[in-house]
């Protein structure tokens, strides 16, 4: 779990309540390139993304990171994650990073301020019934390179998209008590539900 900013630790008692119902995962906080080492995927939390790519900078965890990324380490990118994710950001801070590791155009708070903030039910793929998803001051996605599959729209745009290993939602998943969707997360992860090493 990437404990830079923002809302990491929610995110940390979901994969624990999965870790209770017998998933062979272990979630651990990284802020280092040391414990970004010892991880098999990642998630990224929302958050502030600007302050989260000045942070990966200073804490020298940017270059490893995105080399991990490219290397096929799965990761999984919530709000602000989903923007450093992206391959390129409109609104976003001139001197601010991201990896390039999903092929979308985000927009920054593209569904407004903090006080526009929505709950929704989305249908998603993978799901049998819909997830009550929370947007808070939310990119908006875009653009969509020819590898991305969207995995669910809200209003006919795309909210959760996947390439490969790396999967990204424009909303806080881990604010209601519902994990499914990091269970898909860690489902999708070969040897997730045996080997039982870290989720960072
Ligand atoms: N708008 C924020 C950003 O640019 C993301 C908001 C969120 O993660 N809830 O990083």
Redesign the pocket.
């Known amino acids: 779990m990437l404990a830079l900013q923002?809302?990491f630790a929610l995110h940390l008692q979901a994969i624990d309540r999965l870790a209770a119902t017998g998933l062979a995962v272990r979630g651990v906080p990284v802020k280092t390139a040391a414990e970004l080492a010892e991880c098999d995927a990642l998630i990224m939390?929302?958050?502030?993304?600007?302050?989260?790519s000045m942070l990966l900078d200073s804490q020298e965890l940017f270059a490893p990171l995105k080399k991990a990324i490219h290397g096929g380490l799965p990761v999984f990118g919530?709000?602000?994650?989903m923007?450093l994710l992206s391959s390129e950001i409109l609104d976003?801070r001139s001197d601010q990073n991201c990896f390039e590791a999903l092929d979308i155009k985000v927009r920054?708070?593209a569904y407004g301020a903090q006080v526009e903030s929505f709950e929704t039910a989305l249908s998603v793929d993978g799901l049998d019934e819909p997830f009550h998803a929370v947007f808070?001051?939310?990119?908006g996605v875009e653009a969509l390179g020819a590898g991305v599959e969207v995995v669910s729209k809200h209003q006919e745009e795309p909210v959760m998209c996947r390439s490969g290993s790396v999967l990204a939602c424009s909303f806080?998943p881990e604010l209601t008590n519902d994990d499914r969707l990091h269970r898909l997360f860690l489902e999708s992860i070969a040897g997730a539900t045996s080997s039982g090493k870290a989720t960072g």
């Open positions: 923002g809302a939390p929302g958050g502030e993304s600007t302050t989260m919530t709000c602000a994650g923007i976003g920054r708070n808070i001051r939310a990119p806080h």
